[in-house]
C-alpha cells in the first residue's frame, strides 16, 4: 500500500480544495502532491522531473505517482496511439525508464472505446504491469464495473454504486435493497421451473441473460444470501467439470425475510 501519492494533474479537472470537500476526501498530511497544467495545451515531463525526483526521495519507500493523463504529455518522443509497435517499443520503455530511475510506480489513465476495451493500439494491454477499468452499467449509470488485471495476481471484478458526491462505494444489493437485473431474471426462471439443473452457459442462453457466464457465476456467489431470500436455493456439483448448480425454488414467506 502506498501512503504517498504524487498526481500529475494535466487533464483539465483541478483537484482543488473545494473539489476535495466534494467528494469528501481527507488526505493524509503531507501525502498528496499536485501539479496542474494550468491551461497549457502541451506538458512536458521534463519540466517537472525534478519534482518526481525530489518526490522519490531516497528511494526507499515505493512512491505512487498518478499521470492524468498520458494525452498532450511530452515524454521527448513521438509516438501514435494506434501504433503497436510505437506504444510497445518507444512508449511503455520511457516510462519505465522514470520508474526504475526513481523507484516509483506509475498509474497514467487512458481512455475506453464504445465496447469498453482500450482505446488505441493493444499493446497498451499486452505491456503494462497492471490495468483498472472503470465503465458504467448501460441500464443504470450510476452501476459501474471495477474490473483488475495482474500479472502477479489472480484478476477480480468489483460492482460499484455511484454516491451523490460522485464517489463509490462497493455495491451490496442485500444493504441497497436493489436486485441486479441479471439475478432478477434468473429468480423470475427459477419460479416458473420450480427445480432444475444448470451451467452458467445454459443459463444465460435459457434465461437470455444479458452477461457472460463467467459473470454470472461469480454474480450467484457474492450472492446466495439474497437468493436464499428470495426462495432460490443453489447447491453445486463440485465433481463435474461443468461445474453444475441444481436449484430449487420455493415460494418466499413473510417470515423467510424477517
Same mark, same amino acid.
Given at each position: 500500500m502506498y501512503d504517498l501519492y504524487f498526481l500529475l494533474n494535466f487533464s483539465n479537472i483541478y483537484f482543488t480544495s473545494s473539489r476535495y470537500e466534494t467528494l469528501e476526501l481527507k488526505p493524509k498530511k503531507d501525502s498528496l502532491y499536485v501539479i496542474d497544467r494550468n491551461g497549457k495545451p502541451n506538458i512536458s515531463i521534463f519540466?517537472? !522531473?525534478? !519534482?518526481?525526483? &525530489?518526490?522519490?526521495? &531516497?528511494?526507499?519507500?515505493p512512491k505512487l505517482v498518478i499521470m492524468d493523463m498520458l494525452k498532450d504529455i511530452d515524454l521527448g518522443i513521438s509516438y501514435d496511439i494506434n501504433d503497436f509497435q510505437d506504444i510497445a517499443q518507444k512508449l511503455m520503455p520511457k516510462l519505465r525508464e522514470l520508474c526504475e530511475k526513481y523507484n516509483i510506480s506509475i498509474l497514467f489513465t487512458h481512455h475506453l472505446n464504445k465496447r469498453n476495451e482500450t482505446l488505441g493500439s493493444t499493446a497498451f494491454d499486452a505491456c503494462i504491469d497492471g490495468k483498472v477499468t472503470l465503465f458504467e452499467n448501460k441500464y443504470n449509470h450510476n452501476h459501474l464495473t471495477m474490473?483488475?488485471?495482474?500479472?502477479?495476481?489472480?484478476?477480480?471484478?468489483? !460492482?460499484?454504486?455511484?454516491?451523490q458526491n460522485q464517489s463509490f462505494k462497493i455495491s451490496n444489493p442485500i444493504e441497497d435493497d436493489e436486485i441486479d437485473e441479471n439475478l432478477m431474471f434468473f429468480i423470475k426462471y427459477a419460479s416458473q421451473k420450480k427445480e432444475f439443473d444448470f451451467t452458467c452457459t445454459e443459463i444465460i442462453n435459457d434465461a437470455k441473460l444479458k452477461t457472460t457466464a463467467?459473470?454470472?457465476?461469480?454474480?450467484?456467489?457474492?450472492?446466495? !444470501?439474497?437468493?436464499?431470500?428470495?426462495?432460490?436455493?443453489l447447491t453445486k456439483d463440485r465433481k463435474s467439470d461443468k461445474r453444475n448448480y441444481h436449484c430449487i425454488y420455493e415460494e418466499p414467506t413473510i417470515e423467510d425475510d424477517e
Open positions: 519540466d517537472h !522531473e525534478w !519534482e518526481i525526483a &525530489d518526490f522519490a526521495g &531516497d528511494k526507499t519507500t474490473k483488475v488485471i495482474n500479472r502477479d495476481f489472480a484478476g477480480f471484478d468489483v !460492482e460499484l454504486k455511484r454516491n463467467l459473470r454470472f457465476g461469480r454474480l450467484l456467489n457474492a450472492n446466495m !444470501e439474497l437468493l436464499n431470500k428470495e426462495g432460490v436455493y
